[in-house]
């Protein structure tokens, strides 16, 4: 039974006998920010964007496999498969992976301070936050290849553009989540050195480092893919290594020596990606286990207690002297497993960066002679001009690029999302079906975009057919794993609550798991697309259309100022793509 009062609405609370009863109100709606609705609807807008670019596209899985025909032609052309000497493939493998190694490295040093001024919980005020994070979305908008652009101008040939051009633009993406961890942090241990008169950097290194080293250094091993991945495409503008070789081999219609290195390539991302999936294990299995010195003291404590009251009361001196030795015991670490397994693999770290850095063979002494160099190729590269293309033709070309990004962004979302649960410990109904589909990650994430790009324009033709499906591919491997990742670090607490309460296997996936990742899944999926922005034009220089057609007849050109428009465009693309991300983050935190 209900009563009315004016316009609050309750039931009736039973009341003593002579007594009236008394209504007792609902509880208060929790009511909806309105900048939660506008973030909201700007997430429906966006999703409507990328199904008209997707349906603008015109994929046609039917056309694609009549096109097959072109492939088996392609492939009949190329005939066997050729590598060369082993000496020389050797050489050229450990350049290229001390090119990566070398500029992730740089990379993840800068992105440090970087990442502290950027995060909204570390940085010291709002100024030192934009400008943090305009540098970032700046080295990141800027694709590589036009970084490399520059240093082979100024540094001519050699390891250094492409070290500079791969650390220069990770600086972007490895200090964005670099700072989302930060902001992701629990605050209590910083608050409670800070409380006993901490400096700013005992809070950083004792409060913050200790949470975001897992995720930090799983950043930097996804990049690190990447990285490796996108180092082909450097070759095309003259960055050594086994990229440059492989453009030069089909330059000269060598099919068979191109494929050879392209096969090289995809086997390197593969072992790179099983190595990175190792370490990130390793270190994702330290972070959770509670054996640091405060765990194990007060587990000791806890034990000797138990002990001393169900033995015989001891004596004061024996019982300080115990006291000691469970101490010392304690801040004497022991070498178990796990503390010789992080040793081993912090050495052999060491030992890779060592030998990257001699294999690279680094002229350090161009360092300090470039800035001669610096004025007369600015200069080529202002004022920013279409050159001989019309402005609605390069506003075209970028619209063009943005439809790919969307289309391919939204493709693999979908695609992601179900292998990447089924990818996730907590979720995949059993431990098979988790190895088969991490190991078809593994796989897709180790092909290149640019290789794939390549075989799908041989199949389908030039145009944004290709480079859609390329990214569309390449991206479940990256987005994948990342869903699968963060779904594996939610709090197992309210998943364990709904499996006590009966819950099946999907309720406790749409219930509980879900929930907690869905903020992580939406600033992934910006992020992937903020990515495809990018591939996008790179993807173009192979003729998967877009603007990197155009940006590759600029710089075949030599026309810089053409360059420089372009990568204006490009960086206003990704500015507001960044603000949308940061804006949708905050309102869902």
């Known amino acids: 039974m209900s009563t009315s009062t004016g316009t609050r609405t309750g039931t009736l609370q039973p009341s003593k006998p002579g007594r009236p009863a008394t209504p007792v109100a609902n509880p208060p709606r929790r009511r909806v920010s309105p900048e939660r609705i506008a973030a909201v609807i700007t997430l429906l807008v966006l999703l409507a964007a990328s199904v008209v670019a997707l349906v603008d596209v015109g994929i046609d899985p039917a056309k694609m496999v009549q096109s097959w025909a072109n492939a088996e032609r392609f492939f009949g052309r190329v005939g066997v498969i050729s590598f060369p000497e082993p000496g020389e493939l050797a050489y050229l493998t ?34 030192w936050r934009a400008l943090a994070r305009f540098f970032g979305v700046l080295t990141r908008a800027v694709p590589d290849v036009v970084f490399a652009m520059v240093f082979v101008l ?36 910083r608050r409670a050195i800070r409380a006993t008169g901490g400096s700013k950097l005992q809070e950083f290194t004792a409060g913050v480092l ?82 640091g010195l405060g765990d194990r003291l007060l587990r000791t404590v806890r034990r000797t207690r138990n002990t001393q009251s169900t033995q015989p009361t001891q004596g004061a001196g024996e019982r300080a002297s115990n006291s000691a030795t469970t101490v010392q015991s304690v801040l004497r670490r022991p070498w178990d497993a796990v503390r010789v397994r992080n040793t081993t693999w912090g050495w052999l770290a060491a030992v890779v960066i060592v030998a990257s850095v001699l294999v690279c063979d680094i002229k350090w002494g161009d360092l300090v002679t470039i ?41 693999t979302l979908v695609v992601s999302i179900v292998i990447g649960s089924l990818a996730a410990r907590n979720v995949a109904p059993s431990a098979g079906v ?79 798991t879900v929930p907690q990742g869905t903020r992580a899944l939406i600033g992934h ?17 192979v003729g998967a259309g877009g603007v990197g057609y155009h940006l590759l007849n600029a710089s075949q050109g030599s026309n810089y100022g053409t360059v420089t428009a372009i990568v204006l465009m490009i960086l206003v693309t990704v500015l507001v793509v960044e603000g949308i991300a940061v804006w949708i983050r905050r309102v869902f935190r």
């Open 371 to 411: 800035w001669g160099k610096i004025p007369a190729i600015a200069v080529q590269f202002w004022p920013p001009s279409f050159g001989s293309y019309e402005a609605e033709t390069m506003f075209a070309a970028m619209g063009e690029t943005i439809a790919i990004a969307l289309a391919a962004t939204v493709m």
């Open 154 to 189: 100024i540094f001519s040939l050699g390891t250094l553009p492409g070290i500079l051009a791969i650390g220069i633009h990770s600086i972007g993406m490895i200090s964005k989540m670099f700072a989302d961890a930060i902001e992701q942090i629990d605050e209590g241990p």
């Open 210 to 291: 200790p949470q975001v080293m897992p995720s930090w250094v799983a950043t930097v091993l996804h990049r690190n893919d990447i990285n490796l991945r996108g180092s082909v495409i450097l070759g095309y503008v003259g960055v050594v290594g086994l990229g440059m070789q492989m453009s030069f081999a089909f330059k000269s219609l060598n099919y068979g020596l191109g494929l050879g290195y392209a096969v090289v390539i995809l086997a390197l991302c593969v072992v790179m990606e099983v190595v990175s999936s190792a370490v990130r294990a390793a270190m994702l299995g330290i972070a959770p286990t509670g054996r």
């Open 525 to 541: 999926t910006f992020y992937m697309l903020d990515t495809n922005i990018r591939a996008a034009t790179l993807l173009g220089i």
């Open 434 to 512: 988790r190895g088969g589909m991490r190991f078809l990650l593994v796989v897709v994430r180790g092909i290149p975009e640019i290789i794939l790009a390549i075989v799908l324009i041989v199949i389908t033709g030039l145009g944004t057919q290709a480079g859609t499906v390329a990214l569309a591919i390449g991206g479940v491997g990256l987005l994948g794993k990342l869903i699968a990742d963060s779904f594996e670090e939610v709090k197992a607490g309210p998943e364990r609550a709904l499996t006590a309460a009966g819950a099946t296997r999907l309720q406790v996936y749409a219930g509980a």
């Open 94 to 127: 450990a350049l290229t992976l001390g090119l990566v190694i070398c500029g992730t490295l740089l990379a993840a040093i800068i992105s440090v301070p970087i990442a502290y001024l950027a995060a909204s919980n570390t940085t010291p005020n709002a100024a």
